[in-house]
């Protein structure tokens, strides 16, 4: 009976294994990159909104503080979404017949509100809380980017867990000064590293093991 | 499931059950009588966590058609798809902000109110959360006289009534939808009268036709409102109906003063309690802060000795008989006896003497001269459901002992219309039989389910049939129940967090009852009701309740701001009724007459979960384990074991709750009703005890179909204690009886397990209850924590907890918590309460009765029951029991995914999106506190329910372990608000759900050390005070797994004179 294998096939019998390994590793880190990439995350993706709204021009142009709109960032979990009443103080009297503020302007004489898109929308599963991040000296930007460079909202990360552990494993690279926090150009100084500890000590920043417990975000 | 059917197999194992020890001659504490009997159910129950069923037990509808075989290809498909969810963008969300924000509302932050609810009439003071205007969550208000932040089972769950989607939700013409206006026109017609239709109106009439029936009413507004309707239909009728009427207490009361009187107990400044088949720890009016005033003086904390002494003499075995130091089981018509007995002895006045025979003269003899020896610092109380004799021997006692003025008090009575309701209904049946009635209006009752069997015909008259013979019906209720079904008119009440009235708590105080939502429905108010019938058929709620308190003197001044300060205190200030002083009447001898019993009787009583069956869609209350018997979903009938063999029942078997023993009750002249058994260690022989509020048709989905209607065989003349006329027979067949007693059983110690210890080479009792009397407790206190064995520190190959704050970055003043609690079982009831509060806190679901029955009940605080010693009257101890928070957890090592972990402060955490559904933590947990949700148990679907659920815990899905977290919401808000300000969490800051639902303050959560308790200092909060008690243990410590959650022991205070006279004794007497 003649050799059904030669000895060659040895080798490839060791090379497929490997081939095979080297495959399945390359599947599980495409998985893994496309799970972070903005295709999932939907980061740097504009939404539509129904009213034109730019944080560019308010935030921006106009150099509206964010805690005008977003009145509760201090206080609660949420930031506060402004009710139509916050838009009409100015557009009862600014752009006060722009058709783009109709919807603005017919939400306030329904009293229908304004559906907006949710642009940073983590898993229900996470439990974060604003006010504590604003008070204990994370900023605005940190987590949202440069708002007043955005005609229409998107998020600037992933909003996965990795980037949340990032900041609660080393929350010194992020703290700023209080009088900063809303500040939208502010980049870690070149002394971050002197400065974070400082804060940290300031602020009472809690060690990183009550950080990284799962009880801090999910219950 | 086996039965050993031969007799002489079975005698022993029941000798032994009546002295309350297993086969094996030991037992001290035991749970069930399966678990005396040792029977094959209960080991299966003891040794798995996850017990298999029988397919032949099970309900046949649940049983599986798709084999095993069929489940696993279709499974491994859905597995091999699962992976692909993952590639999935969430979806898109929007939101939605407001318009205008409402003043002081911040959205994300919850808001309290105060308001009061109303349960017979009575008020007790609450605080709700609101999360942007839905009330979510119900605690009690601290400043309310009546709650002290404390709340019973019935207020927690009202929550779910508010929201439960069947409830009635716009007015009903003969069934079909209608609007109020339509109503108010047809309600005009009958009352001015249409000449066209030929229908004379009330107003010529003066009313002469008019009946209203109502329960029990303690509102000033409905009074004032009354008083109107009265001078217009100066010819009416108002009666007063409600199953639980406290009857006694008010024809008691009219027997010894002549009139009706309010008596106000003061616990807390009695020293010796006697209750005369009163359960008045978790019934009635008053029940929580009478809870809150008893335990306190037996609290035996911060160095303290001193315990009053509680006698009781019950019909069945209640919450307030286990906390007794004494307790005789005694049938309820045999208590006044004994109540004579004690007067006589005691030099009361007015009652003549009786005699007493063998224990229970010894008992009376022994209570009266304690009662004597604590002359003003004493209390006598009479059960609700006791006969007026008794109430007023009770106050002839109370008088003998100087007891008012000095441990209670008495004031008018706080009812509006203080009737004896049972001769008011009957009057009202009397009417409509003699077709006086022309127009019947019932408000919020519900009486052609609930009232009593009427005189008349073969099986008596059913109230339907009176109030049929009533050409025009009008009902208001919650629901479109068995009355409604029955009116041509039903219009939808709102709930007490819909509309605005008032009511008067126990003292007499009243709180404005104040809504927290606008109607979900087009439901109305009673006091709306009203208004239409004044002509006045637009007035809304809040404009009546507000415009009767303007004319006020409590809130006259500057009203508008007296107005705000008592909804904002949720109490009109100077409102608690005076005092006032009442004099015996002479002729009290004279009314008395003293009871004939028969050789059986049945006693009816309100149900701990559904009340008089107006909770019966509850899903919460129905499986809420009912306190010492732990049934869910059912009525039953009470028995003794004696009484049982006596008629035969269940002879030669084990006992067996999965196939429990049918008995027909007979009470002669009603159709009889046959019901299921409940064989009860320490109910009294040749009485049987029933709950009333089940066999519903029409209470709505959940509840219709569950157990038995008692009110069926409930004679109008002897609406509590049928006694006389009475048969107990054998029925054929079986019942299924989903109780949770059997379920999760931590140890069988003492059958034949012991714990193993090493460093002794030894084994010992694991002391799982640890109780002790007070002379023992004073003699040698630390004697309680060295009953079990704690190993040392250096004993286990994890390294010990960190509790210091060893981990401070750089100097950095970080706080680091050490998350504990403590929880004294001297001081728990049994009530339920913490057990609902934990259900609504954190969105735990229902699994109905088959789950039940299987042992798959969600709860993640359960009260488990001890009793100790023979079957004829055993002691009883509660354990509140939820996730011991294990700093060396055995969940943890166990989970394969990591999902059971623990975090920096201490607490055990499952990770929901981590768990794949292994169920190796529950296996090895000792405590047996973690839930597995097998099937997706929660409604996600009813729009109306998902008002109710607290945004801030997660709603759980299929598959997933799950299990009491401490509250970890509370801490981490309660973290976040202290690290805002940089400060600490103030000690009671945080408190969790079980913790502020607590009447007695049993539950104590805090920082157990660390900061708050720096080496060599005292420890300064009030769990780590605790902890320090002699009388703290940690259970299962032997274990070495060191649960942050320790209990303090029970002591009990027994009148030397009594020993041996019942409780663990009596049980070898009757053996």
Known sequence: MPQLFTRSTNTLARLSIAVVILLLGLGGWLFLELNRSPFVTQAFVAREQPVQFSHKHHAGDDGIDCRYCHTTVETTATAGMPATKTCMNCHSQLFANSPYLEIVRDSWRSGKPIKWTRVHDLPDFAYFNHSIHVNKGVGCSTCHGQVDHMPLMWNTSSLQMEWCLECHRNPEKVLREQKDITSMDWRPPADQAEKGKELARKYNIQPTRVLTSCSTCHR | MSHRDHHDDIAPIRENIRKGINKNGKKEFWRSLEELADTERFREFLHREFPAVNPSEADPSWLDPVGRRNFLKLMSASLAFAGLTACTNQPKEHIVPYVKTPDGLVPGKPQFYATAMPLGGVASGLLVESHEGRPTKIE????????????????QASILNLYDPDRSQTPLKLGNPSTWGEFLNELNTYLNGAPEKQIEGQRAKQGAGLRILTETITSPTFADQMNKVKAAFPQMKWHVYEPASRDGARVGAQMAFGQPVNTVYQFDKADVVLSLDADFLTNGPGSVRYSRDFINRRRLTGGSNEMNRLYVVESAMTTTGAKADHRLPMRASDVE?????????????????????????????????????????????????????VHAIAHAINAALGAPGATLYYTDPIEINPVDQ???????????????????????????????????????????DAMKKSPMRVQMGLFNDETAANCQWHVSETHYLEGWSDARAYDGAVSIIQPLIQPLYNSKSPHELLAAMLDQGGAASHDIVRDYWRTQPQLSGNFDQNWKQSLHDGLIANTALPSKTFGLKSDLNASIKPATPGKYEIVFRVDPSVHDGRFSNNSWLQELPKPITKITWDNFVFISQNTADEIQLNPNAEPHKGAAKMIRLVNEGLHPLEMPVWVQPGHPDNTVTVYLGYGRERAGN??????????????????????????????EGEYRLASTQEHFNIDASGIDVRAYIPERDDLIDRHIIRTATLEEYKKAPEAIKHRGHTPGEETTIYPPWNYKDAETVDGRDAPLYNWGMAIDMNACTGCNACVVACQSENNTATVGKEMVFRGRVMHWLRIDTYFRGGTANPQVFFQPMMCQHCENAPCETVCPVNAAVHDAEGL?????????????????????????????????????????????????????????????????AGKIEAEKQNRFVQDGEIQTACQSACPTEAIIFGDIGAKSNPVGQPPQTRVAKLKAEPRNYQMLAELNTRPRASYLAAITNPNPELEGADHAKSGEKHG
């Open chain 2, 337 to 389: 006896a004994f109540a004579r007995a004690v007067a006589s002895a005691v030099g009361a006045s007015g009652a003549p003497p009786a005699s007493l025979s063998g224990d229970a003269a010894k008992f009376a003899e022994a209570v009266a001269k304690d009662l004597k020896a604590h002359n003003g610092k004493s209390i006598v109380i009479a059960g609700e459901h006791q006969p007026a004799s």
């Open chain 2, 908 to 972: 055990n955490l499952q990770v929901y999106n981590r768990c794949v559904g292994t169920r190796y933590c529950a296996n090895n947990c000792p405590w047996k506190v973690r839930r597995f949700n097998y099937l997706l148990y929660g409604d996600w679907d009813t729009p109306s329910l998902k008002l109710a659920r607290n945004p801030e815990v997660t709603v759980r899905s299929r598959g997933v372990m799950e299990k009491c977290t401490f509250c970890l919401q509370r801490i981490i």
């Open chain 2, 140 to 155: 009690g208000n601290p400043s309310h006289p009546a709650s002290l932040g404390g709340t019973t089972v019935y207020e």
């Open chain 2, 702 to 731: 959940v509840g219709n179909g569950h157990g038995f209607n008692t009110y069926a065989i409930r004679n109008v003349n002897t609406p509590f204690i049928a006694a006389g006329n009475v048969r107990l027979e054998k029925a």
């Open chain 2, 422 to 464: 049972i001769a008011s209904i009957k009057d009202l049946v009397n009417d409509l039989n003699a077709g006086k009635v022309e127009l019947l209006v019932i408000i919020g009752a519900n009486p052609v389910y609930n009232a009593p069997v009427f005189e008349g015909g073969q099986t008596g008259q059913t109230f339907l």
